[in-house]
């Protein structure tokens, strides 16, 4: 089955821990990126990648890293995560940067304190 | 910074009704997408539009762009229970990086 999975799903966690949330896709795409999700201010986009080795800053990328070693793989790091941290993430691949649909995993939801 | 604006917030409707939801950039579009999001689900992708003028349709769902491509919009005819969601635009600028609108939460009365 086509999909995007994330893990974990929910995750507790305190100010300064580092944590990785992982992101993987079966669908052989190019393009991969990561959303933060807030209520009030859709999804903003935190960082993409239009291929192995190749990514790019989106519209919030402060506090996060990500690395694109192997195609199917997009993890996101939080090297220090602080409370404003706090939400609902989704990763996403579409078959091509800016072509097409992209199809979102399940989401994570994180909770700093 | 880039921005799309997608107006109303909230659409409260009469099962039948028909329901329309808009997305403004003030600059110049690659492309559009629209999704669809349940209640505690993931974005779901409808349609994208890339032309000038553009006109799409998809069973009671037609998606328009504009023809300066700055603006989209979304309409629901006869709306159903299973239209209950949060719509939301994403405007791409350059084809790798996408803008959400906030989303419009519609809300359908039986």
């Known amino acids: 089955e086509a999909q995007v999975t994330q893990n974990p799903r929910y995750l507790i966690t305190v100010t300064g821990k580092k944590l990785t949330v992982t992101c993987s896709q079966n669908?052989?795409?190019?393009?991969m990126s990561w959303y933060r999700q807030d209520p009030g201010l859709g999804l903003r986009q935190i960082y993409y990648s239009m291929n192995v080795e190749v990514t790019d800053k989106g519209d919030v990328p402060e506090g996060y890293k990500v690395s694109r070693k192997e195609k199917r793989n997009f993890p996101l790091i939080l090297e220090s995560p602080s409370p404003n941290q706090t939400s609902l993430y989704f990763c996403?691949?579409?078959?091509?940067?800016?072509?097409?649909?992209?199809?979102f995993g399940p989401g994570t939801r994180l909770l700093v304190l | 910074g880039q921005q799309v604006m997608q107006i109303p917030q909230y659409q409260h409707v009469q099962e039948g009704e028909d329901f329309t939801t808009y997305c403004n950039s003030s600059?110049?579009?690659?492309?559009i997408q629209w999704y669809k999001q349940r209640p505690g689900g993931h974005p779901v992708f409808l349609i994208q539009?890339?032309?000038?003028?553009e006109v799409k349709k998809q069973k009671r769902l037609t998606f328009q762009f504009g023809e300066a491509k700055k603006n989209s919009s979304l309409h629901i005819t006869a709306t159903q229970t299973t239209d209950v969601g949060t719509y939301f635009c994403?405007?791409?600028?350059?084809?790798?990086?996408?803008?959400f609108g906030s989303g419009t939460k519609l809300n359908v009365k039986p």
């Open positions: 600059t110049t579009l690659s492309n």
């Open positions: 994403a405007g791409d600028y350059n084809f790798n990086k996408f803008y």
């Open positions: 539009l890339v032309k000038s003028g």
């Open positions: 669908m052989n795409h190019e393009y």
């Open positions: 996403a691949s579409s078959l091509s940067s800016g072509v097409g649909a992209q199809y």
